[in-house]
């Protein structure tokens, strides 16, 4: 949900802190929302108001994802892309390179045909084989996204084995570049099996990689000690995101606030907007549920020519002949 939590903002009316919105609209915003009503309804599982409709969001967000999900698939629109790992390369313990002051690795180039902006490399785990025991060996993941950025990380490394780090590292930008601080480290060699072939041909559908050492790219198939475990996902939550202004964020809006009035009519509170408030909570219900159901008519009906333009390889929208199952 990380990418999606802010499509939707819950502001704390006492405070003065600003808050960011995909969509630009805010849960209090709603006319029958205030502090004081989410404060009488709170049970003692969210305790606040505040905390209520912050739970509340998280699961309308949820829940809109997974109706758009099921719009999709009815539709034929997802492809049946499976997210098959890859290796990048095999470890030849019979080769070794000496500790050396200098950066080596390799890089992994997102396959330059990958269409669209839906389709993510991820690199799952990273492994290393020293020669020696290192404790606090510095691992860098280089992204060129905007400009290039850094992420480092502390490892402590066993001899004469393969040791395994789990980064679940999302690339940004077009490639990533991984490399190990070789000052204190000697390793064996890696043989990379994932390279372009003949014309730049791809060795899979994801992605490619190139050796690194010191401050420039090699064209040896060598990783120096580092081996890669990486995949090409399909983030359809991006697909909510970048619709967050035009539909989403108003469906999520809606779905909220019918969450809430659904608690107002289920809580085990006993006061008086509780117990006297609950006939107007059922009118506001049914007039949001219908408020929901047109968005999402309007929003259907958008979607074929919303796909085509996209044109992404998570995505079918060859002859699209949308149907509504929500």
């Known amino acids: 949900m990380s990418q999606l939590e ?19 609209l805010d849960l209090m915003d709603a006319p029958e929302i205030s502090a004081k009503n989410l404060a009488n309804i709170a049970n003692e599982e969210y ?10 969001v998280t699961q309308a967000i949820m829940l809109v994802r997974n109706d758009l999900m099921s719009a999709m698939t009815a539709n034929k629109v997802l492809p ?50 020293p020669l020696v025991a290192a404790e606090n060996v510095e691992l860098k993941i280089y992204d060129d996204y905007a400009g290039g950025t850094v992420s480092t990380y502390s490892i402590d490394l066993v001899a004469n ?30 043989y990379l099996t994932c390279f372009t072939g003949c014309n730049g041909t791809m060795p899979n559908d994801c ?20 081996n890669l475990e990486f995949s090409c996902v399909c983030d359809y939550e991006q697909l909510l995101c970048d619709l967050a202004q035009t539909y989403v964020g108003e469906l999520v809006w809606l779905k909220s606030r ?28 049914v007039d949001l549920e219908n408020q929901y159901r047109d968005k999402w008519q309007v929003f259907s009906n958008a979607i074929p020519g919303l796909l085509k333009q996209m044109r992404d390889d998570c995505l079918i929208c060859n002859s699209v002949k949308w149907i509504t199952n929500i």
Not at 82 to 97: D, L, P, Q, R, V
Not at 100 to 126: M, S
């Open 6 to 24: 802010n499509i939707i903002s819950v502001r704390d009316v006492c405070s003065s802190e600003e808050v960011n919105s995909l969509s630009g």
């Open 47 to 56: 305790v606040t108001g505040l905390n209520l409709a912050k739970k509340k």
């Open 80 to 129: 049946n892309l499976s997210a098959k790992k890859y290796t990048i390369g095999e470890f030849k313990t019979n080769i070794n390179y000496p500790a050396e002051a200098k950066e080596r690795g390799v890089t992994l180039y997102k396959n330059r045909k990958i269409k669209g902006t839906l389709r993510k490399l991820k690199i799952h785990t990273v492994q290393v084989y």
């Open 161 to 190: 084995e393969v040791n395994s780090f789990n980064v679940d590292y999302e690339l940004k930008g077009s490639f990533a570049r991984v490399l190990l601080d070789g000052t204190e480290v000697s390793v064996a060699g890696t």
């Open 207 to 226: 992605g490619y990689t190139k050796g690194w050492y010191d401050e420039k790219e090699i064209s040896s198939k060598e990783g120096f000690g580092i």
């Open 258 to 285: 019918v969450l809430l009035m659904e608690e107002h009519l289920k809580t085990n509170r006993l006061n008086n907007w509780v117990v006297y408030g609950r006939e107007e909570t059922k009118d506001y219900l």
